[in-house]
């Protein structure tokens, strides 16, 4: 029987560690076959460029306006208050309906002035029969002394008499029209046209001249006016002459649609210096009550036409900094960071003052991956976007 030669141990160690260090060695060229390979890729122009939506700038002759969320005021507002205290006989309005100047609302209890009225009367009839006696006196006093019977002191306080009873009959006169007055004021009638707010007051109740609330709120509504504050940078514009004096407003609502249609009458005389804008109001019509007070609504200042205007869709032009920028696309098929001076606001586009030419690309969309330089790939218009340079739609609501 033969005898098998034993390996020894040392020799079988040696030829593990040769093992592993060969997988360690192709684990190793592999990772480095795979890092070349991505980084190859990576470099390449395909992976780098940004996907992008662009649009070219249009020029055309556009209207400049101004937008600005405002508050609906009634021209006059009016707290009814009696001017006498008294009774409330009788309501007569009803809430909510429309009176004119001259209207009766409340009725007082009138017993309480009458008699005032009566007294008066009554105060006036004795002093003018004392007057009249007092001038008779007078009359005889003159002869008496013409014939040296009496006195001239006598005459003189004849005269004296006379004067205080005729002044104290033009006293009562004012007590009577004093108390006609008191007597008219039980009658509370509406000082405006307006419409009527909430009862605030019932049948039975004694009233006051101090009472806080007051019997009813009239507001006229026709016309109305819009309350509204701009920047203090568009004050030169506001007041630049106008062919027609005034400038025109639109007023939109909630929705975006268009109301009503006024002029602007009113510019502060100072410049609010907490906020820095200027405060404005506008006047319209409102034959058909659409504006109604304490409403928000948005209006539009109309400024006139803007020739040649470089326009761009608003999602294009970015905040910067110090002022704002577009990326502009070049013939490379790279951006361009510029910086540019931006105008109005029209819809949804914008006016560039300065920075930009007409036909020249801006990215609209995928602005945030991008920086100057970048490689980009332009993405297809979706069908469903309206072409720039569309009609401008309404100001969303709050916008300014």
Known sequence: MTEKTQQPQSTRISSKRIAISLIFLVALLSAVAFWRLGATTAASPE????????????????????????TVQAVNTV???????????????????????????????????????????????????????????VTRYEFLVKTDSVATQALDTARAQFAQLAAAVEADQTQIDQAQ??????????????????????????????????????????????????????????????KDQRRRVEAFDTSGKAIANGDLTFIDSQIDAATGTIRCKATFPNDDEALWPGAFVNVRIVLGDIPDAILVPSAAVQAGAQQPYLYIVTAKSTVEMRNVVAGSTIGDQTVIVSGLRAGERVVTEGQFQLENGASITVRPLALDKPPLGSAPSAPPFGAS
């Open 47 to 70: 992976a780098k460029s940004i996907a992008v939506t662009v649009k070219v700038a249009e020029q055309r002759t556009v209207s400049n306006s101004l937008s600005a969320l405002a």
């Open 181 to 242: 007055l008191q007597l008219e004021y039980a009658t509370i009638r509406s000082p405006i046209n307006g419409r009527l707010g909430a009862r605030l007051v019932d049948a039975g109740n004694v009233i006051h001249i101090s009472d806080a609330n007051g019997l009813v709120v009239v507001s006229q509504l026709r016309p109305a006016v819009v309350s509204f504050a701009l920047p203090q940078v568009h004050l030169s514009a506001l007041r630049e002459p106008h």
């Open 79 to 137: 707290v009814v208050h009696s001017r006498v205290d008294g009774l409330v006989e009788r309501v007569v309005f009803q809430e909510g309906n429309m009176v004119h100047r001259g209207d009766v609302l409340v009725e007082l209890d009138r017993r309480p002035f009458d008699v005032q009225v009566r007294a008066a009367r009554a105060q006036l009839k004795k002093d003018s029969a004392q007057r009249d006696n007092a001038r008779r006196d």
